[in-house]
């Protein structure tokens, strides 16, 4: 069945309704007609069975027939990404969200060039789109970009913070993963040009850890989502 995403008010009972880009992909571009049934998945981790009733490309109501829990992020994995130039932040939502990260936090940094002003729309909608495609019937979370020190506050409640940083040598990312059992992870990436050593050090006083990706430098754009793949495997799918 094709997967769609509900937004917030959309389902209520026992009834769903689909408007705009999702009504007109649903009758348009897919032609689907009543009686079809296709999956709605709520955002936050439950998805029915809905079968159509009206399709028109301004709306789409159906009625649900089956509801039941989809599959989720295994983890609470936040990605606090500097804001980069140009498209790169719709690559790491995307790539973000297919891997399991949880939230996304745009930041602004010492570093910063992009703003991303009036960007988080957009990325809140291949942050859903990125759901669909890969199943998932939550929907990460992606904020309006922060100055870094606001990003900070709202980390106070993390259990893991790991800031990834070329200055760091010694300690890898597995090292500190090694034997934990965090309920939280937060990643850390800062811009092109990277954090700047004030920064890294209000991070460390506020708890956070730096670390090694190894010896390579890595993009902007590959940091973090290549520290997602790895802090997912070493916590969820190494230890089953």
Known sequence: MRRFVAP??????GQVTLRDSEA????VVLRLRAGARVLVADGRGIEHVVRLTAVDA???????EQTRTGVTAPLDLVLVQGVPKGAKMDDIV??????GVRSFIPVLTTRTVAQGRGRAAR????AAEAAKQCARADVPAVLDPLPFTAALDRLSTTTLILLLWEGERARTLAHVLQGAAPSRVALLVGP?????ETEVSEAA??????VSLGPLILRTETAGVVAAAMVLYELTLRRI
């Not at 301004?58 to 649900?64: A, D, M």
């Not at 995307?94 to 891997?99: F, S």
């Not at 006083?205 to 730096?210: F, K, N, Q, V």
């Open 8 to 13: 917030e008010g959309a389902i209520e009972s």
């Open 24 to 27: 007109y992909h649903l009758a």
């Open 58 to 64: 301004q709306e789409v109501r159906g009625e649900i």
């Open 94 to 99: 995307r790539m973000g969200t297919e891997l």
């Open 123 to 126: 990325w809140r909608r291949i």
């Open 192 to 196: 092109e040009g990277g954090f700047d």
């Open 205 to 210: 006083a506020r708890g956070a850890t730096p």
